[in-house]
């Protein structure tokens, strides 16, 4: 019975994996589109971390995720990285919202991870933008959204997709996915059954 549990807790964490990707996914999307990112996406991002950490601290899995300080850790220096380019005005305020929602999922031990791949995606963003202000390839862009703004002189990156883009690179460094997390609950179900 003590197994089941234990499956059960893997496919609670797997859920909130997934549920993170998606709303990586959804604030890139609504970045692209309006320039801005909705706060309920980091509030979603950080309930699904503390569901997706009990669920495995309970499991007695806890090691997959690593020390509950070091998360704390990571998101506070992810807040104080992305403040400063805040006050920069290299991103916006939404932007260091989600970054620091996001900077929760991986500790000390994959946060230098996720910010190298956000700022590298980033900085093509911002290659990309400098060739849509030029050459303003876009006949009719949907009026507010980044490449209608971007044409209409604005200096501006959606980096919401450089966000969930770092986030799914670490997600992957950090071995959410990997066969050796994975099987650590499916041989702890199979030594529990058989026993």
Do not use: E, N, P
């Given at each position: 019975m003590y197994s089941g549990f234990k499956m059960i807790l893997l496919i609670i964490f797997l859920i909130c994996v997934f549920i993170t990707l998606v709303i990586g996914g959804l604030a890139g999307l609504s970045d692209i589109r309006s320039m801005t990112i909705p706060n309920s996406y980091s509030f979603y991002v950080?309930?699904?971390?503390?569901?997706?950490?009990?669920?495995?601290?309970?499991?007695?899995?806890?090691?997959?995720?690593?020390?509950?300080?070091?998360?704390?850790?990571?998101?506070?220096?992810?807040?104080?990285?992305?403040?400063?380019?805040?006050?920069?005005?290299?991103?916006?305020?939404?932007?260091?919202?989600?970054?620091?929602?996001?900077?929760?999922?991986?500790?000390?031990?994959?946060?230098?991870?996720f910010l190298f791949y956000m700022t590298l995606s980033g900085g093509v963003l911002g290659i990309v933008a400098l060739y849509i202000k030029r050459k303003k390839p876009f006949k009719k862009p949907v009026e507010g959204s980044w490449v209608a703004q971007v044409q209409g002189g604005a200096d501006k990156v959606p980096y919401g997709v450089a966000i969930s883009f770092g986030m799914f690179v670490a997600f992957i460094q950090a071995g959410y996915f990997s066969s050796e997390v994975l099987g650590t609950f499916v041989a702890s179900h199979v030594v529990e059954g058989g026993s």
């Open positions: 950080i309930a699904a971390f503390f569901i997706a950490y009990g669920a495995l601290y309970m499991g007695g899995q806890g090691h997959v995720l690593g020390s509950f300080l070091s998360h704390i850790i990571s998101a506070v220096l992810a807040f104080v990285i992305t403040l400063g380019l805040f006050a920069a005005r290299v991103i916006g305020a939404g932007d260091s919202k989600f970054a620091t929602a996001c900077a929760l999922w991986f500790g000390m031990k994959s946060l230098m991870v």
